[in-house]
T-cell receptor, first 112, second 115 residues
Framework: DAMVIQNPRYQVTQFGKPVTLSCSQTLNHNVMYWYQQKSSQAPKLLFHYYDKDFNNEADTPDNFQSRRPNTSFCFLDIRSPGLGDAAMYLCATSRDFRDEQFFGPGTRLTVL | AQSVTQLDSQVPVFEEAPVELRCNYS??????LFWYVQYPNQGLQLLLK??????LVKGINGFEAEFNKSQTSFHLRKPSVHISDTAEYFC?????????????FGTGTRLTVIP
């Protein structure tokens, strides 16, 4: 029944070591989003895809990249994680803009 | 740009008591308003949303919220809470224009229901 799946649920990486987080969806939605949620803070949108069209938020650091090879999958790549990148990363999907967003359970990233 | 303020970071309440979680927003344009709930180790789940029409919105699990444009508020209420309502609650806003559905979240309110 899972609709938005995130793997892994917990990820530990070392300072500067590239890491990839995965999101998949069974809803066949057009839009996929990545949010960053730091401890005791609000989720913050990093970027989104509408189909293959990528939109980066203006204040998203260059260290963060994303790939969407097909409708079902979307990846978040952090090229050189810093201690400040430790956070919960949430993936969400929506059928179209203005439709309800469905969230995955999140991946908690720890940077040592 | 929009912003959301959730005034209470933590709200403890006894089981079967009523609860109100406060949310205020600021925006220079018309907005849509949302409440999401996040249970431990789970993703965000939509509780209810205001897009247009009646200002009193009913959602899942017995929750409701009222949009008050003059006070720029969208407070969440439940007349009688259960233990299972213990969770983090997020208020969010997006503008009504065309384009991406960019949700701006508040910092959340942790509701703890005490037996």
């Amino acid at each position: 029944d899972a609709m938005v799946i995130q793997n892994p649920r917990y990820q530990v990486t070392q300072f500067g070591k590239p890491v990839t987080l995965s999101c998949s969806q069974t809803l066949n939605h057009n839009v996929m989003y990545w949010y960053q949620q730091k401890s005791s803070q609000a989720p913050k949108l990093l970027f989104h895809y509408y189909d293959k069209d990528f939109n980066n938020e203006a204040d998203t650091p260059d260290n963060f990249q994303s790939r969407r090879p097909n409708t079902s999958f979307c990846f978040l790549d952090i090229r050189s994680p810093g201690l400040g990148d430790a956070a919960m990363y949430l993936c969400a999907t929506s059928r179209d803009f203005r439709d309800e967003q469905f969230f995955g359970p999140g991946t908690r990233l720890t940077v040592l | 740009a929009q912003s959301v303020t959730q005034l209470d970071s933590q709200v403890p309440v006894f089981e079967e008591a009523p609860v109100e979680l406060r949310c205020n927003y600021s925006s220079s344009v018309s907005v849509y308003l949302f409440w999401y709930v996040q249970y431990p180790n789970q993703g965000l789940q939509l509780l209810l949303k205001y897009l247009s029409g009646s200002t009193l919105v009913k959602g899942i699990n017995g929750f409701e919220a009222e949009f008050n444009k003059s006070q720029t508020s969208f407070h969440l209420r439940k007349p009688s809470v259960h233990i299972s309502d213990t969770a983090e609650y997020f208020c969010a806003v997006s503008d009504t224009g065309t384009g991406a559905n960019n949700l701006f979240f508040g910092t959340g309110t942790r509701l703890t229901v005490i037996p």
